[in-house]
């Protein structure tokens, strides 16, 4: 008999680890190569981590609640086969030298200060870990992890930054006596917010925080917090394009087997109308801005209790019944559960379809790192005064814009509202096709 290790697998583009959410098997199950072992969340989707192999499940490496980094090892599985005395070696060999990864938390106050740690334990962190410990000024020698072996994982740090207790190293005094004004940090933290004591009475209902609900919650934080959000709002007379699309719907349902929606033709427009606006298209990225060449819709999609984002890839090439089918699909593949991560991947601006809702004027977040979010809200009926004066029931409908300042500026998104709404109040019978 072989013992094999399943390690934790890239589950997407930038995706530097994984929680596991739920085992789904347990030592002593047999399973089939391909067979689902657990569910692991990260900062994009929630997927299923298959088996490499068929045997029996021998041991459980990771506790639900745990985050591993890509490449970690999950579980180990006993195959049919000639001994894997390497696998055994890997699991009993210990390190040469402890490290901030391998380290328990008592094990680091016993050896070292927290600081003399960082510099002389040679301290390893996943890209996650680093990247969100620079942005906010984390002192990583300062954090406690509850990662494996005591390993400081990204959720650590998320939580961290959502309570504002962020560990700063503490500066020594050098014959200092009484520092100025002048003389103080440019980089001391803000004041700190605490996590809200919530009190519960009787009745009440604790909801505990999904590793989707917690990703969705960090996404949002850091856009609103690195993102400086502008606003504007556009009236669009669709009342020609309502008609079009209601005198075919019926025939088109017949022939395609899935409705055409209006969201279809709001994508198609928004399309079309960033190739003729490229800087739309963009992303900040600190000393640059990268105008991307693809254009990807990423649209939203609600459950019950998420949100997802799947993408529309190179949407501009697409007729409105390709949009149309791709949306219909990617909302199922949500609500099945059954959507995939690199379909989520790579998107360069977002359209929310916020009138299913009944909606009329919303402000979204951005979805970083776009930059920017439209919002589509609901089709209706107002009066309106069309030329020469007289007044018409018409279908109008906001169009409401969020844009990242840094990137973006009045001009470039009043002409980009312009252009869509041209668009939109020009799709009738004779000069569009949904094919």
């Not at 997927?47 to 029996?56: D, K, L, N, Q």
């Not at 079009?244 to 109308?273: C, L, M, P």
């Not at 790192?369 to 809200?377: F, G, K, R, T």
């Amino acid at each position: 008999m072989a013992i094999e290790q399943i390690k934790m697998p890239q589950l997407g583009e930038s995706v530097t680890e994984g929680t596991i959410e739920k085992w789904l098997v347990k030592p002593g199950d047999h399973v089939n190569k391909y067979d689902a072992l657990a569910e692991v969340n990260t900062d994009k989707v929630t997927a299923e981590v298959p088996s490499s192999f068929t045997g029996i499940i021998k041991e459980l490496i990771a506790n639900e609640g745990d985050t591993l980094a890509v490449g970690e090892i999950v579980c180990t599985i006993e195959t049919e086969g000639g001994a894997s005395e390497e696998t055994v070696e890997v699991k009993e060999a210990a390190p040469e030298e402890p490290t901030a990864e391998t380290v328990k938390p008592a094990e680091v106050q016993k050896h070292a200060a927290p600081v003399e740690r960082e510099k002389g334990a040679k301290a390893r962190y996943s890209p996650a870990v680093l990247k969100i410990s620079r942005e906010h000024g984390i002192d990583l020698s300062l954090v406690t992890g509850t990662g494996n072996e005591g390993r400081i994982t990204r959720k650590d740090l998320l939580k961290i930054v959502e309570s504002g207790e962020i560990p700063v190293a503490k500066v020594e005094q050098q014959a200092v006596s009484t520092p100025s004004p002048a003389a103080a940090p440019t980089s001391a933290p803000s004041p700190k917010t605490a996590a809200p004591n919530v009190p519960v009475a009787i009745g009440d209902i604790e909801i505990p925080v999904t590793g989707v609900r917690k990703a969705i919650a960090a996404n949002m934080l850091r856009s609103k917090h690195e993102a400086p959000h502008a606003w504007t709002m556009i009236e669009v007379d669709v009342t020609n394009m309502v008609q079009y699309r209601d005198s075919i719907k019926h025939e088109f349902k017949q022939k395609e087997g899935f409705n055409v929606t209006y969201f279809a033709f709001f994508v198609k427009a928004v399309s079309q109308a960033l190739k003729e606006f490229p800087m739309m298209n963009s992303m900040w990225a600190g000393d640059k801005i990268v105008q991307k060449k693809d254009i990807n819709i990423s649209i939203a999609v609600a459950t019950e209790d998420a949100l997802y984002v799947p993408v529309i890839k190179n949407a501009d090439e697409k007729t409105i019944k390709g949009i149309g089918r791709e949306v219909n699909e990617l909302a199922a593949k949500v609500r099945s559960g059954k959507l995939k991560s690199d379909e989520m991947q790579g998107g360069t601006f977002t359209v929310n379809n916020t009138g299913s809702f009944g909606s009329v004027q919303s402000m979204g977040i951005i979805n970083f790192p776009q930059a920017a979010i439209l919002q589509v809200e609901s089709i209706v009926k107002r009066p309106v005064i069309m030329d020469g004066g007289m007044i018409a029931a018409r279908d109008m409908v906001n169009l409401c814009l969020s844009l990242d300042h840094r990137v973006l500026d009045g001009l470039v998104a009043g002409r980009f509202l312009a252009r869509v709404k041209e668009i939109l109040e020009n799709i009738t019978k004779e000069n569009t096709s949904v094919y």
